[in-house]
């Protein structure tokens, strides 16, 4: 097998070493799908994508996203960055379709910075109390909010408003109660917490559970566009751009912008900063 060239860019990123990093190999043709996964586990980042032929007309490129234990149908800093590399490999120009398991994903660039359109968003609310929630993230049941709802617009999770930015920053999830309260329709052990800092400025979290302990994901896109869905789901005005921060608390800085129109279209962006590219020989 040919060497295996791939690319290192970190999404959401206003600084070199900010931002979610994500490894882009760029042609996975050779490729089956138990390598791709364990040359995931091998990167050992959040995710990992493979650069594909489409089958559709419609798309540029196909991509698959792996994290290092499974297949994602969609995630948001993988298709924003992968977006990058596209448009360096197959020089296809600031707008870009990514064909992959959850359909395909239409991305747009001004410069470095790039913007995904999310699926229109399906919900359902969790039968958990605002107790069990609070005792799940290690808060008062004063810091939680009413209105917890699994949100899927690609990628399944639990998007739980909190009373303020401060309650996020306070966040200290336990994993058995994060298994045992967070169950959706097809993800469990997850939860993407909020809260305004004002009119303009959204902090986020978002937790999930690998072999039994808490996880924190810097950046996270497609909760991104999940948060979207809420407040379209909320009968929010529209139209809503707002600031996302995410990712100060684990020394990774990403910087999201969230956009809903007033026809409930969802919009995410962010920054790509390439940072590395090598090979790969199997």
Sequence with gaps: ?????????????ESALAGNPLCVFED??????????ALALQFNLSETTFILPPASNDATAHVRIFTPGFEMPFAGHPTLGTAHV?????????????????????????????????NAPTTHAPPVTREQFAQMLG???????DGALWVDTGSEQLILPLAS??????CRPNAELLSRYSVGAKRNGLVYVWARVDADTIRVRFFFTKYGS???????????????GW?????????????????????RPCRLG????????????????AVGHGEIIL
Aim: negative net charge; aromatic residues 4%.
């Design 231 to 251: 407040f379209v789901a909320r009968d929010t005005t529209l139209p809503l751009i707002a600031n996302v921060l995410q990712g100060d608390q684990v020394g």
């Design 86 to 118: 596209v448009r360096d490999l197959m020089h296809a120009g600031d707008e870009i379709k990514l064909e992959m398991k959850a359909g395909v994903i239409p991305v747009n660039a001004h410069g470095d910075v790039w913007t995904l359109k999310a």
């Design 139 to 145: 808060l008062a049941p004063t810091d939680v909010l």
């Design 258 to 273: 969230l956009r809903v129109d007033k026809d409930r279209n969802i919009f995410v962006s962010g920054r790509v900063v």
């Design 214 to 228: 808490v996880i924190e994901d810097p950046g996270t896109g497609s909760a991104c566009a999940n948060l979207g």
């Design 1 to 13: 097998m040919p060497a295996l060239r791939y690319r290192l860019v970190n999404v959401f990123a």
């Design 165 to 170: 930015a401060e309650a996020v920053e306070r």
């Design 28 to 37: 996975g043709r050779a490729l089956d799908t138990g390598t791709m996964q």
